[in-house]
């Protein structure tokens, strides 16, 4: 029964966020109603001895503030001050300098898909600083979409190229990485340099070759006849930030990465930290340039509103996860499903792929990657636990599975803004970007069979 109705309540999640509902208030209701039946069906109680309220109603309530009083100390401060140091770069034009001076080499090579598939590589390596999706796809589209055509490639080419950019949310700085890293009980850049980097460094092959191959064989089949043509490029006001600005975005990243356990150990330096030294660099910058107080430091209150906007929007949907998480714990879901995947045979790999593909087709469906990323992995470490697996085996492919199979979907956001960009239709995009992301998929599971019969 307890599955039954778990089963029921998830299908009724995914029906709602499907629907275009905010996934957040249907996350919370989800884990809510769970929550409360667990209660009356005596499957288990919200709240231990210690924490309860002494009241069954109060304490889901309860359960929330406390997972928000958890996350926004750390985690939730993390994820804030990294969104808002995108948007204060964006806001400065630090962001269109660094995109402008990355894409330059790639005049260098003569075939156009080979620009082509070059510009998905740069665009990964830039998603190191700028973890937006659909920011980073829209920065490129401006900037590199026109450049591709007018080299000969096809709308669709070129904007299948754009919007799978960051088709591996593998920034140490990215909001998806630091929720793995913290749930997995591991350092972000550790788990970025063991984990996240080699499995990027094969798909920088397998993905880019995919691209060249997949998108020259539709242009053909499709009977486009590549031919350089001239295509005005609109200018706006970011773009006139300085060339010397593309250092800006780089700089938390470059903190982070020294003082850590790769090279710096004795100097102590957290991502916050990072964040607001970036910002620091980027006021004093912006004062040399513009010699007004008043303009610059009404330009800094963009950090700030995007503090707020990452809390409204990120933190309230990990702390939604986590609720609904809690749901089905509470209905003892999840200890059913792990007992009947033992008694059918399935080891510790089995059971990844199992949460990797409920993750894969939940991004496909809703459109979304961090919905169901953020709905399921606070269960992974019960999951992992049950069978033995390290949580960074599970939470790896999982995380990547999102970010990549969110380019699958006609609905998500990147793709929506791709396409709407280069005026081609949402559905027939995705069908340019299904091979190459097939690709990065195979990539991901084969990496982490890898890692786990290797002992990475």
Known sequence: ???????????????????????????????????????????????????????????????????????????????????????????????????????????????????????????????????????????????????????????????????????????????????????????????????????????????????????????????????????????????????????????????????SSLWITWIKMNIVMAMFIGLFVGVICEFIRWRDGKKVFGDVQTFFDGLGLQMANVITLVVAGQTFAKGLLSMGAINTLIDGSKDLGFGPMSMMLVMVAIIAVSAVVMGSGNAPFFAFAALTPAVAAHTGLHPVLMLLPMHFAASIMRNCSPITAVIVVSSGMGEVSSFDLVKRTAIPMAGAMITTIGMTFLFYYTGW
């Open 1 to 259: 029964m307890g599955i039954t109705i778990s089963a029921l309540v998830t299908f009724w999640v995914g029906y709602l966020i499907y629907k275009k509902f905010k996934p957040q208030p249907v996350l919370f209701m989800g884990g809510m109603i769970m929550m409360y039946l667990a209660s009356v069906l005596g499957y288990g109680h919200i709240l231990g001895a210690k924490a309860t309220t002494g009241s069954v109603f109060f304490d889901a309530f309860e359960f929330i503030r406390a997972t928000f009083s958890s996350n926004v100390g750390k985690l939730g401060l993390n994820i804030m001050s990294v969104g808002a140091f995108a948007k204060y770069m964006d806001k400065i034009g630090a962001s269109r300098s660094l995109v402008r001076l990355t894409i330059k080499p790639l005049m260098a090579l003569k075939s156009p898909y080979l620009v082509m598939s070059g510009t998905w590589i740069v665009g990964m390596l830039i998603g190191l600083c700028i973890n937006s999706a659909s920011g980073l796809a829209m920065l490129l589209m401006v900037t590199m979409f026109p450049i591709l055509l007018g080299l000969g490639v096809s709308r669709l080419s070129a904007t299948a190229a754009v919007a799978t950019t960051l088709c591996f949310d593998w920034s140490p700085s990215d909001t998806g990485t630091i929720l793995s890293a913290e749930t997995a009980g591991v350092d972000p850049v550790f788990y970025w340099s063991h984990y996240q980097v080699p499995i990027v460094a094969v798909a920088f092959v397998v993905v880019g070759v995919l691209h060249y191959l997949t998108q020259k064989y539709m242009d053909k089949r499709d009977g486009h006849v590549v031919k350089p043509i001239e295509v005005e490029r609109v200018k706006d006001e970011a773009d006139n930030a300085p060339t010397a600005y593309a250092i800006l975005p780089i700089i938390p990243l470059a903190l982070i990465l020294c003082f």
